[in-house]
Structure formats: C-alpha cells, structure tokens
C-alpha cells in the first residue's frame, strides 16, 4: 500500500532555531498539504498546496512557516525561529480529488 | 473555517458490544465526510468514506443524515483493538481541505 513518508520522526531544536520538516508524498497524488497536531488536541489545518503553490492556508500559517516542493518528490514546512508553542506532532498528508486523505506518521516537534 | 462537533468521550464498553458516535457539522454546504481512526501518538488512518445512501464494511457501518445535519458511525461486536480516537471529518465542494472533530475515544475493555 502506498505510504506518505515523513523525516526525521523526532526533532528536539532550541527556541529561535529553524526547522526543516521533510515529507514523500504518494507519487501518484496531486494535493499535499501540513497538519499539526499539539498533545491532547485535534488535528489543525496549516497549508495546502497544489500545481506547486500553496491553495489555502490557515491563520496558523504565518509569516513563520514557508512550504516548498524542492524536486518534486520531497514537500517541506519549514518553521523560522521556533517558539515553544510550535511543540506539535506535525503531520503531512496527500491526495488525490476523489478519495481521503494519507498521513504519513508525522514529525513530533519539541522546542526547548 | 467550518466546525464539525463530537462528544470527545471516552466512551467505554465490553468487548462485544454496539457503540455509535455521532458527529455534527454546521456548513450545510459540506459534501463529503470521513471517518478516520487515530490510535495515541500515532497519524490519522482512513477508516471509511461516508456516503449518502450509508456504507458498511464489516462490522463498521457510516451513516449520513444531511437534514439534521449529522454523520454516525456505527461499531458491532467490539473488539478490544477497536479502542482508539475515531475522527470525524468534512470536506465542502469548493475546498479540498478535511476539517477534523475533536476526536470521540473509544475504549473497549475485557
């Protein structure tokens, strides 16, 4: 079965740092987008991207983040100067038009 | 962004038993809606498409209810393995973007 693979699968970083958050989506899909999840809440939009530009994004999706689809396999979020409340699992997901969503297993971010 | 309600739960019941989850949505414009399974500190899994006629597949059968408003989800025989986060999601026709509940936790004990 077709997976969305996601790296590294733990990162610890220092508050203020950047964080380069990495994902493969399914080949086949044309619809990707980041989730966060923050411990014990629900799963919160961030950005979606299609045609290699982002569609929607979400009033999370600030000036902080940025998405990138560098060669058209990886898809990243990239989180500038990292506050302590970016802790979250950050999950990437892809799509095609007609059916759900594919997760990979998500990024557990933690700022210290 | 439009709101999809759930009673977070936890619902807790012996093995074998029937339990339903329903979930709300506010955006009467919302055409397509999910069931997804989270275990804890895991990613959300697809458990099933909900269709307006209703689907089942084993022991999992979703309704959809666009009158009132609300989607069910339906587990007979339950299995101990069954204990998770079940995630109800809606999708409106002009975004492709799923808005997630909160999560209803199931919990099914011995």
């Known amino acids: 079965e077709p997976e969305v693979t996601q790296t590294p699968s733990h990162q610890v970083t220092q508050m203020g740092q950047e964080v380069i958050l990495r994902c493969v989506p399914i080949?086949?899909?044309?619809?990707f987008y980041w989730y966060r999840q923050i411990l014990g809440q629900k799963v919160e939009f961030l950005v979606s991207?299609?045609?290699?530009?982002?569609?929607?994004k979400s009033e999370i999706f600030d000036d902080q983040f940025s998405v990138e689809r560098p060669d058209g396999s990886n898809f990243t979020l990239k989180i500038r100067s990292t506050k302590l409340e970016d802790s979250a699992m950050y999950f990437c997901?892809?799509?095609?038009?007609?059916?759900?969503?594919?997760f990979g297993s998500g990024t557990r971010l933690t700022v210290v | 962004r439009k709101e999809v309600e759930q009673d977070p739960g936890p619902f807790n019941v012996p093995e074998g038993a029937t339990v339903a989850f329903n979930c709300t949505y506010s955006?009467?414009?919302?055409?397509?809606f999910f069931w997804y399974r989270q275990d804890c500190r895991k990613e959300p899994k697809l458990l099933m498409s909900?269709?307006?006629s209703g689907n089942e597949d084993g022991r999992f059968t979703a309704q959809l209810n666009r009158a009132s408003q609300y989607i069910s989800l339906l587990i007979r025989d339950s299995k101990l393995s069954d204990s998770a986060t079940y995630l109800c999601?809606?999708?409106?026709?002009?975004?492709?973007?799923?808005?997630f509940g909160r999560g209803t936790s199931l919990i099914v004990h011995p």
């Open positions: 997901a892809s799509s095609d038009i007609n059916y759900g969503y594919t």
């Open positions: 991207f299609y045609n290699n530009e982002i569609s929607e």
């Open positions: 999601v809606g999708r409106s026709g002009g975004s492709y973007i799923p808005t």
């Open positions: 955006n009467s414009a919302s055409q397509s």
């Open positions: 909900v269709y307006s």
């Open positions: 080949s086949n899909h044309l619809y």
